[in-house]
């Protein structure tokens, strides 16, 4: 069936189906202002990128604490695990790579340079809120924004002083412990927060999830400044028995990070039409893996490999912002960041040891300009960046978006844009077993989106957009070198990605909440590269792998009395290519679909004067099924949680 054909069936079948909401307080949400989108607050323009709001409490209410649960939410979002909780975790937005997505909490990046970054680890203790942008945005952010933007924000506190802690424990030996508060002193919001997350795993050894935070927060809003200081500490443990095809062979197995992130937002609105905003950011990572002989016998072949890194992201962006009447605005920035990599790794064999280490540093100056406006039922946004890097020179990205509002309620919005994503430290520079390529370039991709919305006056949502993709300069990795020195990555792979997001919401009835989401994903490889055979993970005019075709959420909230709620949440995975690495070469696979039903449940308990306490049950995958995410991996069967929540 063709690609227009098959848009057509969909769009069809599945368009009745997105009639389903929230409304009040719900998981998704359509604010009138996405921050993200635009990094300009209090525009209230309408929106001409496609976003997606999720409040991290009502979240919370259903159980979800880690980010990669709450994106299955998303339309265009696609989630692969290796095992369960704390396990490696691959995000795909619009078929796009894994490191396609920047991700940000409050403003400070936590990819790693590169966009390499691993979700299974981020947790939603201490967040407010978070705003999903799908789309090219390197225009506003630079690299890695290439498929979309996430952004978390966290707790900025009220007028009161607030504690509020919870305590839980489940099966496999799932544990949580939080405690944290706010209070306001003298006009300064004061917020602190610390977390615990653990979990023995799903595997038989070899398989404990440890995960600590400690978050601080401290804000001032004054009458034409504000000022935002915060930081975050980050410890975390996960232990693996599975080797790269998924086979449980290895006891001593871990991955270990410490992580700290600092940053510094602030504002000054000199008039009533212009105004500053300058942001100070530093992430700094400290990541190892340990995986020694298992005992005094494992001596053959690869017995042992281990790593050290330190990897540091600074940044520094000032812009102003210029309303040339209540409806036009523009904003022109400047941003330098640095980036440095320390790495050190050896892999142990009866061949001999094979150390590894470099060191290297980048720096980037960027430019870019924006202005977006509404006009009547016209709304736009033009945008224009310019990096200019230390290790590959200057590159370039655009974007222009408009909407148009046909009557009270639709809209009609179209964007196209161009973004970049650099190669990693590891790509450019790695010595010993694999060699770096110092003369990559950043990987690139054109994009554009068609979309049309619907927003009744009772609560009624409705909105489709179609969407297409083209990435070029794709890195690969070969081992076939013409020579013993020769690099082992080069640009030479090339993808299209095109398909339909489809969601909706239905107003509130009977206390009831019902949301749907569904997208179609078309991938296809345009050139494979080195890659050959049907093994390959580049096979020309196959798709890329695991991306499913079909997903679908369908979510029902019900309210019981004043602060208490029951929901149910069926996701459904579609097909997917991957390839089989137990045998090499490897052998191609298809993953059959599944479809998963987490419950959960959050009561009120009798409380004293002054205090909440509130019961929360969570059943995920409740219906047991059996499924497989990522091929010779295994994944969580039924999982149950059950914690007290307290809160003054």
Known sequence: MSSLRRFTVVTCVAFPSLLFA?????????????????????????????????????????????LADALRRVPGVAIARTSSVGSQVALFVRGGQSNYVRVLVDGVPLNEPGGVLDLGRITLDDIERIEVVRGPASVLYGSEAVSGVIQLFTRRGGGTTKTRAEVGSGNIGTRRLSLGGERTIAGLRATVQGDHHGSAGILPFNNAYRNTGVVSGLSYTGARSDLRLTGRYNSSLYQY???????????????????????????????????????????????????????????????????????????????????????????????????????????????????????????????????????????????????????????????????????????????????????????????????????????RTESAEFGVEWAGTTGLFV?????????????????????????NYYNIAA????????????????????????????????????????GANFVAGGRLIRRPEHLATLTLVHRIMDRGSVSAVVTHTGIREDRDFSGWPAAPVELPAFTTLDLSTELPLPSVKGSTSRLQVRVDNATDVRYTQIQGFASPGRIWYLGLKLER
Not at 471 to 480: A, E, G, H, N
């Open 22 to 66: 929230q409304s009040g307080r719900r998981p998704t949400s359509l604010p009138p202002e996405v921050v993200t989108a635009t990094r300009i607050p209090g525009v209230n323009y309408a929106p001409t990128a496609t976003a997606t709001t999720l409040d991290a409490a009502a979240l919370r209410a259903e159980g979800i604490t880690h």
């Open 495 to 534: 993808a299209n990605a095109g398909g339909m997001e489809l969601e909706g919401a239905l107003p509130e009835f009977a206390r009831t909440r019902v949301s749907a989401a569904y997208t179609w994903t078309e991938t296809r490889v345009t050139d494979a590269g080195f890659d050959e055979g049907t």
């Open 241 to 443: 028995p599975t080797s790269s095809s998924g086979a449980i062979e290895d006891r001593n197995a871990e991955r270990v990070e410490h992580r700290l992130l600092v940053g510094l937002d602030g504002g000054r609105r000199w008039t009533d039409r212009f105004e500053t905003r300058l942001q100070l950011s530093s992430a700094e990572g400290h990541p190892r893996t340990n995986d020694g002989p298992d005992d005094a016998a494992d001596t053959l072949g690869f017995f042992g490999y281990f790593t050290r890194g330190t990897v540091v992201r600074r940044l520094a962006d000032l812009r102003g912002i210029y309303r040339l009447t209540p409806n036009h605005t523009i904003a022109l920035g400047g941003e330098f960041s640095r980036e440095t990599e320390r790495s050190q790794s050896v892999s142990l064999s009866e061949y001999g040891d094979y150390p590894g280490a470099f060191r290297a540093a980048r720096e980037t100056h960027a430019l870019y300009a924006q202005g977006l406006g509404e006009q009547g039922r016209f709304a736009y946004s033009l945008g224009a960046r310019l990096d200019d890097n230390s290790a590959f020179g200057t590159f370039h990205t655009v974007r222009a978006g408009t909407s148009w509002r046909l009557t009270d309620g639709v809209r009609l919005r179209a964007s196209a844009g161009s973004a970049f994503k650099a190669p990693s430290f590891f790509e450019n520079f790695a010595e010993g077993f694999t060699v770096g390529n110092a003369a990559l370039r950043p990987e």
């Open 463 to 487: 909105r489709a957009t179609g969407f297409s993709q083209r990435f070029r300069d794709l890195i690969q990795y070969t081992s076939r070198t013409l020579q013993p020195d020769a690099p």
